[in-house]
T-cell receptor, first 111, second 114 residues
């Protein structure tokens, strides 16, 4: 069983829809990251969170430590949100702590 | 501001040829540096990380090696490429503190071994 599971694997939405992407993990963590990978391959870090909720523009990330689950929400989705969204967890603190990545979810937002 | 440069962006190499991918970071000192590989249909896999000049940790046994000759330079190499080395390679850096471990990625290098 993978340590980080993301669902759904592929997601198609209509412009304007509210989108939720899920991430579940099976180990204790110190932090969880949400990353966005554009079609060209470049990766951008969206959020790092260890508890509660963070918001940036139309993006909201939440985490439930007890349930080992995080969600990324996109409000008023737009075609430019089309990308691969990757969840990653960090299992320990310190300079040599490592990230374990999910396989990512491919989101397509249709105009 | 900090920037990370990675090159070449695209590379097509024959089996058995050498490889050198280079990554440099600007605007920061003593960063943690990482090399990741993303194979088709799989998550990012950490290949190497470095906490200082000449300090390299390898995560998986493989046909590749890494070096850090300068504080802000990280090089991924191979003496003889295999078909299985094809993939998308990403360099990343993070601030060397326990509080902030946010990764900043380079644009990636797509390697095709024929």
């Amino acid at each position: 069983k993978n340590e980080v599971e993301q669902s759904p694997q592929n997601l198609t939405a209509q412009e304007g829809e509210f989108i939720t992407i899920n991430c579940s993990y099976s180990v204790g963590i110190s932090a969880l990251h949400w990353l966005q990978q554009h079609p060209g391959g470049g990766i951008v870090s969206l959020f790092m969170l260890s508890s509660g909720k963070k918001k940036h523009g139309r993006l909201i990330a939440t985490i439930n430590i007890q349930e080992k689950h995080s969600s990324l929400h996109i409000t008023a989705s737009h075609p430019r949100d089309s990308a691969v969204y990757i969840c990653a967890v960090r299992s320990a603190t310190g300079a040599n702590s490592k990230l374990t990545f999910g396989k990512g979810i491919t989101l397509s937002v249709r105009p | 501001s900090q920037t990370i440069h990675q090159w070449p962006a695209t590379l097509v190499q024959p089996v058995g040829s050498p490889l050198s991918l280079e990554c440099t970071v600007e605007g920061t000192s003593n960063p943690n540096l990482y090399w990741y590989r993303q194979a088709a249909g799989r998550g990012l896999q950490l290949l190497f990380y470095s906490v200082g000049i000449g300090q390299i940790s390898s995560e998986v046994p493989q046909n590749l090696s890494a070096s850090r000759p300068q504080d802000r330079q990280f090089i991924l190499s191979s003496k003889k490429l295999l078909l299985s080395d094809s993939g998308f390679y990403l360099c990343a850096w993070s601030v060397r503190t326990a509080v902030s471990n946010v990764l900043t990625f380079g644009a990636g290098s797509r390697l095709t071994v024929l």
